[in-house]
């Protein structure tokens, strides 16, 4: 005899397993499939598997989750996007795209990378420059400035 879970995990393994690589290598290829200014602006978050008419080769919905705004745009380049895709696979298996509406001041789906801190040269060299400035106020608003400067040279 066998637990349950055992049957459940090897059953349920077997099930998801094209599905959670097909998405992975959408996202992969994500840049490549709409291009680079709407590839942060949209994200492929889940396929929808059916039954397909030809027995044993099932279709998919692809759901991809954007602003009203960025949707529609989307929307009409659908086509082209489809083609893209069935290109990554080889084969014509995903026939339909759902777009799913996110608020716009949601975070960005893209992060970006946080720059290196400071070096103390840098900062030495930041506190120098304001050592003449005597209102403290304008001395950490102007330190501030001054850090938020060097760390987009940085980037």
């Known amino acids: ?3 349950l879970s055992e049957a459940t995990a090897k059953i349920a393994g077997l099930a998801f397993e094209r599905k959670y690589i097909a998405l992975g290598r959408i996202i992969n290829h994500w840049e490549t499939i709409v291009g680079a200014k709407m590839a942060h602006k949209a994200q492929p978050i889940k396929l929808n598997y ?3 008419p030809v027995k044993g080769k099932p279709t998919a919905t692809l759901e991809i989750a954007a ?3 960025d949707a529609t745009l989307l929307h ?3 086509d082209l996007i489809l083609e893209r895709i069935n290109q990554v696979f080889g ?3 995903i026939s339909a795209i759902k777009f799913v509406q996110v ?3 949601a975070q960005d789906l893209k992060r970006k ?3 290196p801190p400071l070096t103390e040269v840098e900062k030495k060299s930041l506190s120098g420059t304001l050592n003449c400035v005597e209102d403290q106020d304008i001395k950490m608003r102007l330190e501030s400035l001054g850090r938020s400067i060097l760390m987009d040279e940085k980037r």
Request: charged share 35%.
């Open 91 to 93: 084969e014509r298996w």
């Open 67 to 69: 602003s009203s705004a």
């Open 50 to 52: 059916r039954k397909g």
């Open 1 to 3: 005899m066998r637990t």
């Open 103 to 105: 608020p716009v001041n």
């Open 76 to 78: 009409y380049q659908k």
């Open 113 to 115: 990378k946080m720059p």
